[in-house]
């Protein structure tokens, strides 16, 4: 979705803007086949559906990587797994069928799925690389990601990786590093070896880092992620530094150019009311407040949350219907935006330039019809072409819709119904 630049003023204060710049995630498989592709030595493993599946992958991890022990990771859409007991190291086969049949299917609730927890559909089937016994294996967390505020991307690391992460970060960030790095020139070799120095390695391990480092920015940069978060990476007892989990967030915005990143897209992770919107081809953000809107253009829809917030409302979403809008789209705008519980009115704000306002109205007139009993009022703000016969449809249609032509009247409805 584009951000308008112009016109609006209140939105940008209401509305928090991350919300705007959409990411898409994807599992840790996925993330560590992107990493591989650009070198970055990752912790092998084969995903699986199936106890069957995982316990055919555990054996091919044994004659391709001579992994005696495997890692039972459930792939899901968040972080924490480990301490929701969605990754089990299991040292036989008979471990791997019992990890993997409580695993797969599991609802696992983690710090970051909330307390319903999320679905396991599917598993990683990973090589043991904290090799058996061996105590000279440490964890570290690196990540790379976009600071918006100075358009620089910054690398974040510490010697504290692993599973406590978020307590590091809060009682002793002075143990977190940040490395920024100005994309136009990309990461320095200097700023590679600074990293590798300040987690305190050297020899073998230090030149492994530096790589590791370097490859990882390279993978972050060209797919155009808006982050990329290794926790832990870890250096095995022989010195080499790998990624043992993977936390990618593709910029949605930018999936265009990487169709074969988009196809990783998991719609069994994603909220419903997003995939569905998404389907309609609506650009959708749910917001918090309790007026629902509808418009054509993001400019229009960033002005038309100003107009709420003035009327003495707040928005429960950002619509934006494209430039087309029909009564299919219309429909399905109604649909998605009926789904939010707080929505106390609609606005739908339509500026008939490609699209006639009649058309529209229209379109309105047979979404209401068609849905039935809309529980909430509804304000219809048509402006451009036809917008008289528009108004008149839609005053004629005896359905519960208030009409306006001027963003004024449409304003004083909205604080009315909500009064
Ligand atoms: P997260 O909890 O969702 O971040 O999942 P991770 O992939 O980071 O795994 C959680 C923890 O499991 C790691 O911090 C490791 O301590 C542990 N772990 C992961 N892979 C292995 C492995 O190959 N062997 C052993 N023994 N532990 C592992
Ligand atoms: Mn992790």
């Known amino acids: 979705m584009k951000i308008p630049l112009a016109i609006c003023y209140k939105a940008f204060e209401i509305v928090d803007l991350d919300k705007f710049f959409q990411q898409m995630n994807i599992h840790e498989y996925q993330g560590k086949e992107i990493l591989k592709s650009f070198g970055v030595a990752v912790q092998e493993g084969i995903v699986a ?102 358009g620089r991307n910054i690398i974040m690391y510490s010697t504290e990786g692993g599973m406590d992460i978020e307590e590091v970060a809060e009682h002793t960030p002075h143990l977190i590093f940040k490395e920024e790095i100005d994309p136009k020139v990309g990461l320095q070799g200097f700023q590679a070896r600074k990293i590798a120095f300040n987690l305190g390695l050297s020899g073998q391990a230090f030149k492994e880092m530096v790589k590791f480092v370097s490859a990882l920015y390279k993978a972050y940069d060209s797919t155009d992620s808006a982050m990329f978060e290794i926790n832990p990476v870890l ?22 150019r990487h169709p074969d990143y988009a196809a990783m897209r998991d719609k069994l992770e994603e909220d419903p009311t997003d995939v569905e919107a998404s389907e309609s081809n609506l650009n959708y953000v749910k917001l918090d407040g309790n007026v629902g809107c509808m418009v054509n253009g993001a400019g229009l829809a960033m002005a038309t949350m100003d107009i709420i917030k003035i009327a003495g409302g707040e928005p429960a979403n950002f619509l934006d219907v494209g430039g087309t809008a029909n009564a299919q789209t219309v429909k399905a705008g109604f649909n998605i935006i009926l789904k939010d519980p707080n929505v106390k009115a609609i606005l739908i704000n339509i500026f008939g330039g490609i699209v006639r306002c009649d058309r529209v109205a229209q379109g ?52 009315k119904v909500l009064a």
């Open 49 to 150: 559906d199936t106890v069957e599946q995982a316990v055919e992958a555990a054996k091919k991890m044994k004659t391709d990587y001579n992994s005696d022990w495997v890692v039972i990771k459930a792939q899901i859409h968040a972080g924490g797994r480990g301490k929701g007991g969605g990754v089990k190291l299991a040292k036989n086969l008979d471990e791997v069928k019992e990890r993997a049949t409580a695993i797969l299917g599991m609802q696992l609730v983690t710090p970051q799925t909330g307390p319903e927890g999320k679905k396991v559909n599917k598993i990683l089937v990973a090589q043991d690389v904290y090799y058996p016994g061996a105590s000279e294996t440490k964890e570290f967390y690196v990540s790379v990601l976009l600071n918006r505020a100075n």
């Open 235 to 256: 250096k095995t007892s022989d010195d080499k530094i790998i990624a043992v989990d993977a936390k990618v967030d593709l910029d949605e915005n930018a999936l265009f």
């Open 364 to 415: 309105v007139i047979d979404a209401y019809k068609e849905i039935g009993d809309v529980p909430v009022p509804i304000i219809c703000r048509l402006q451009g072409t036809n917008a008289v016969e528009a108004k008149k449809l839609i005053d004629d249609s005896g359905l519960k819709v208030f009409s306006a032509i001027a963003l004024k009247d449409a304003a004083d409805l909205v604080t």
